[in-house]
C-alpha cells in the first residue's frame, strides 16, 4: 500500500490513484512489487530536522529516502520538503509538478536500489528517472 500524508504543508495536488498505479508500474519494470511505501510532504525545516536527526546531514535535500525493503518487495518512508522542489524546479527549469514527480519516483529508485552519489551513478539515476517519467505519461 501507498500512503500519502502532510505535516505543515498543503498536500500537493496529486493524482493518488494514477500516481500508485504508475509507481507500482516502475517498480514492476524492475521486477519488484509494492508493500508499504509511505510519502510525507514536509517544509524545509522538517527536512533538516529530519536529515540532522537521522542522517546526521545538516543541510537541506528534496528527499530522504528510508529503506525497509525485503527481498523484491518496497518498503520505506519517503520525507519529500515541498519547499525544495519548487526551489528546485525553478533553478532546472521544470514546473513544479514535473519536478514533484521526479522526486516522488527517485524515492522509489532508490528503494529499487538505484544509488546516485557515486561515480557515475548521479547519470544512471537520471536515466532511470526519464524512463520512469515516459511512462507515467503514456
Known amino acids: 500500500m501507498i500512503t500519502y500524508n502532510s505535516e505543515k504543508v498543503k498536500m500537493p495536488k496529486i493524482k493518488k490513484r494514477e500516481t500508485t498505479a504508475w509507481i507500482k508500474q516502475v ?3 524492475y521486477g519488484k512489487k509494492v508493500g508499504d ?3 510525507m510532504f514536509v517544509d524545509d525545516e522538517k527536512i533538516l530536522e ?5 542522517l546526521q546531514h545538516d543541510y537541506y535535500t528534496d528527499i530522504i529516502t528510508f529503506d525497509y525493503c525485503e527481498d523484491d518487495e518496497l518498503n520505506g518512508d ?3 520538503s515541498l519547499d525544495t522542489v519548487r526551489t528546485n524546479a525553478e533553478l532546472f527549469g521544470k514546473t ?3 519536478e514533484l514527480y521526479r522526486v516522488i519516483i527517485h524515492g522509489v529508485l532508490h ?3 538505484i544509488n ?3 561515480p557515475g ?3 544512471i539515476m537520471e536515466a532511470a528517472e526519464n524512463k520512469a517519467l515516459a511512462l507515467r505519461k503514456q
Open 96 to 98: 513544479y509538478e514535473e
Open 27 to 29: 517498480a514492476q519494470s
Open 50 to 54: 529530519v536529515n540532522r536527526e537521522y
Open 37 to 39: 511505501i509511505g510519502y
Open 121 to 123: 551513478e548521479r547519470e
Open 116 to 118: 546516485d552519489k557515486g
Open 111 to 113: 528503494l529499487i536500489g
Open 78 to 80: 519517503l520525507v519529500i
